[in-house]
């Protein structure tokens, strides 16, 4: 589906915990292998791949030793980030504003 598109950061891997979230209850094994798979996947198609999450998800519902090799972008909603783990990008807000834009947009340093 990305053929032919110039992504220069690469193609992500969301993994997060949502409300009747049919994948909320799986190991972190899991969940850990089905973003490698993906991952791989993107690297196979030539592109930079990448898992986004937040850092309690990060820690918590994944192996992260596993996806390290992949870009890492990080969501966390505060001035300082706190992370111990190497990243590529962090999401620091919700709740940023973009002329043109009517309402709140995300914002990620990169």
């Known amino acids: 589906l990305v053929s032919g598109y110039s992504l220069p950061l690469g193609v992500y891997y969301d993994t997060e915990s949502v409300a009747g979230g049919r ?13 490698v798979a993906f991952c791989e996947t993107i690297r196979n198609a030539g592109y ?6 937040y850092a309690s998800w990060f820690y918590n519902a994944l192996n992260f030793a596993n996806i390290s090799k992949y870009n890492i972008w990080i969501a966390q909603y505060r001035d ?3 992370f111990n ?9 919700g709740s940023g ?4 834009i009517n309402t ?3 914002m990620n340093i990169g």
């Open 48 to 53: 930079k791949a990448g898992v986004y999450s």
């Open 104 to 106: 709140a947009v995300d």
């Open 85 to 93: 783990y190497k990243y590529n990008i962090w999401q620091y807000t």
């Open 23 to 35: 994948a909320n209850a799986i190991s972190a094994a899991e969940r850990t292998a089905c973003a």
């Open 97 to 100: 504003r973009v002329n043109g």
């Open 80 to 82: 300082t980030l706190s």
